[in-house]
C-alpha cells in the first residue's frame, strides 16, 4: 500500500468535512437499506419457517405402501393395481432402526409413536380424536407439549392422557375430570385429564391427545409394532436431503415436512428473490453515487492532479489516491451504517405486531464487503480518467 | 563550469494540428545548457518559449529532432521512463504557485520526493525544512498556501523544485505573478541557489529586468533561436 497515496486521499477526503459527510451518509443509508432488506427478510423466513415447522415432525418415517403381487409377467396382460388394505399399516421390526436415525448426521430427535383414531365420550357429548402414544420423556421431541401446558401436568401415567384446549373447551373438561376413549380397533377404556395444552394450532388442540406408549398399544391393538417414526432435523430446511438419507438406510417410506408445504417455500423464495433486487438496486445506487463524486472531485483538482503528475508522480499514485479515495468513502459509509443498526433486535424479540426483523441474519460483513467492493469499482474508471490528465493542459501553461 | 552539456537538442520541432489547420510552434530549434547556467529566455507571447520549456521538461514530446539529457534519449523515452527522469533530474516553477491547497507549506515541499518515494521520510522533512530555511519560509512551514502571501508561495514553490536535487530547473514566467519587490525576492533566491547548489536554470521571461540577472540570453522569436 502506498503510503503517500493514502494521505493524500485521506487529506482529500478532510479538505471538504461537509461534502465527505455527505457522501458517506448516502453511502450509510444505501447499506441501511441492504442490511435492513437483509434482517427482515432473513427474520421473517426464519418466523415463518419456525411457527410452521416448529410443533410438526420435519421427517416422518412409516411403512411404504404395499402393492398387490402380480404373478403375471409383465407385459402379458394389462393389470390395474390396487393397494393392499389386507393388513394394517405398521412398521413391525422398528428397534433396528433407531439407533441408524440416531447416527444420520443432522437428526436431533426422533420419536416412535403409536397412532390411531377414537372418540372421547363424555356423557352425550362425543368428539373424534388422534391419538398419539408416545414414549417415556419423549413428549416434546417433537412438538414442545411440556412448554404448552396451560393447566395440570406433562406426566403420562398408565390411566392418564393429555388433552388439547379446544377439545376441553367443546366438552367443557378439566384437569381431573375421567373421560371414556372408544378406539378405532373396538376396544375402550377410561383415563384421568392430567393436563391440558395448547400449541396455538386448531387442529391440534382440538383433536390431538397423547397417551402412554404402551397404554396406546393396548388400545390400538398393536402388540409389538409401531405406526411411524418423528423426527426432528436441524437446520428444518435439511429435511429433504435426511429424508432421503433415510430412506435408503431404513427401507422405510421418508417424507420431508416440505412436501406437504411447498407453497410456503414457493413464497419464501420469491420474498428473497425480491430482497436481492432491491439490495442489488441499493448497491447500484452507491455505485453511482460514489462514482459521480469522484468524477466532481477529480474535475476540482483537475490542476492538483496536473502539477503532481508535472512533479513526477506516477500515474498508478494518481490512481492509487482516487480509488481510495472511492474506497474510503464506502468504507466508512458502510461501517457507520453498521454501527446504527447494531441495535436491530433478533428475531427471538419479535413482539406481535412488530417486524420480524433478525439481527443474526442482517448480512452486516457482506453488506460492508460489497460497498466497500463497489465503492472501489465506482472510484476505479474516474481514478483512471484522472491519471490521463494531461499535466500541460491542466496546469494552463 | 563543465564543458559537457546537460541537455541538447537538435532540429527540433513541434505542431499542433494536423493538415491545413497544422500550426508549427517550434521550426528547428538548436540548443544545449551546460551544467550551472543561468539561462534566460526570452521571447513575445507565441514565440514559443512555454512550448520549448515544455518539452525540454518531457511534459510533452516533440514532434522532429532529437532530444536528449544526461545521456538519456528523451525523445524515445517511454512515458514511464520521462515520468522518472522527470522526478529525478528536473524542477518546475511557474507563473501559478500551483501548491496543492490541502497540504502545508513543508508537505508541499516533500510533495515531489514523497510522490516517487510512495511514502515521506526523515531525510525528506529533514531537507525540505532546510530549503524552506533557505529561501526564507522556516516559520511558515505549517501554513497552508492559502495562509501565505503571494511571494511566500513562489519561493515555497522555487523549494519543492529543488527538493530531488534536480540537475536543471525549469522556471516559466516565475516572477510573472509577483509585484516588483517579490520578483526581486525570488530572483535573489534564484540567483543564490544557482550559485550555491551549482544548479542550472532555464527562465522564461518577458522581462529584460529578470534577463539582466541571468548569465546568458537565448531569444526566441516564431518558433526559431534568433539570438543566442
Known sequence: MNRYAVKLAIRHLLAHPGQTALLMAGVALGVSVFIFMSALIGGLATLLTQRTVGSIPHVVLEMPDRDPSVLVPSGAAQVVLQK?????????????????????????????????????????????????????????????????????????????????????????????????????????????????FSLGIASAD??????????????????????????????????????????????????????????LFEGL????????IIKAFSLITIVVGIASAMLLSIVRRQAEIGIMRAMGASKGLVVSIFVLEGTLIGLVG???????????????EVRSGGLPIDRAQGDFLLAVTLTTLAAMLASILPARNAARIDPVEAIGQ | MSADPIFS???????????????????GIDLAMEAGEMTALLGPSGSGKSTLLTILGTLMRASGGSHAMLGVDLMHASDAERTEFRSRHLGFVFQFHHLLPDLSALENVMMPAAAAAGRETRAMRSRAMDLLDAVGLADRRDYRPSAMSGGQRQRAAV??????????????????????????????????????????????????HIAAQCQRRIELLDGRIVRS
Open chain 1, 334 to 348: 458502510a461501517l457507520a451504517a453498521w454501527l446504527a443498526l447494531l441495535p436491530l433486535p433478533p428475531v427471538s
Open chain 2, 159 to 208: 523549494a519543492r523544485a529543488l527538493i530531488n536535487n534536480p540537475v536543471l530547473v525549469l522556471a516559466d514566467e516565475p516572477t510573472g505573478n509577483l509585484d516588483r519587490q517579490s520578483a526581486d525576492q525570488v530572483m535573489d533566491l534564484i540567483r543564490s541557489i544557482n550559485r550555491t547548489m551549482a544548479t542550472s536554470f532555464l527562465i522564461s521571461t518577458h522581462d529584460e
Open chain 1, 206 to 263: 382440538r383433536q390431538a391427545v397423547y397417551m402412554n406408549f404402551t397404554t396406546a398399544r393396548a388400545l390400538f391393538d398393536l402388540p409389538t409394532g409401531i405406526s411411524r417414526i418423528e423426527i426432528k432435523v436441524q437446520p428444518a430446511t435439511d429435511a429433504p436431503r435426511i429424508a432421503a438419507a433415510l430412506r435408503r438406510s431404513t427401507g422405510l417410506k421418508a417424507t420431508a415436512w416440505t412436501e406437504d408445504n411447498s407453497q
Open chain 1, 269 to 276: 423464495d420469491a420474498q428473497a428473490r425480491t430482497g436481492t
Open chain 1, 84 to 196: 393392499d388394505l389386507s393388513r394394517r399399516d405398521q412398521i413391525a421390526i422398528w428397534q433396528p432402526a433407531v439407533p441408524i436415525i440416531e447416527k444420520t448426521p443432522g437428526v436431533t430427535a426422533l420419536s416412535p409413536q403409536i397412532r390411531g383414531s377414537a372418540f372421547v365420550e363424555r356423557g352425550q357429548a362425543v368428539a373424534p380424536v388422534g391419538v398419539i402414544g408416545v414414549q417415556p420423556g419423549k413428549l416434546s421431541d417433537i412438538a414442545d407439549i411440556d412448554g404448552a401446558m396451560v393447566d395440570g401436568t406433562s406426566t403420562l401415567p398408565a390411566d392418564g392422557i393429555l388433552i388439547g384446549s379446544r377439545l376441553a373447551g367443546d366438552l367443557g373438561l378439566r384437569v381431573g375430570q375421567v373421560v371414556r376413549l372408544s378406539s378405532d380397533r373396538g376396544r375402550a377404556r377410561s383415563f384421568r385429564i392430567g393436563g391440558i
Open chain 2, 9 to 27: 537538442v537538435s532540429g527540433l520541432t513541434k505542431a499542433f494540428g494536423e493538415g491545413e489547420g497544422e500550426v508549427l510552434v517550434l521550426r
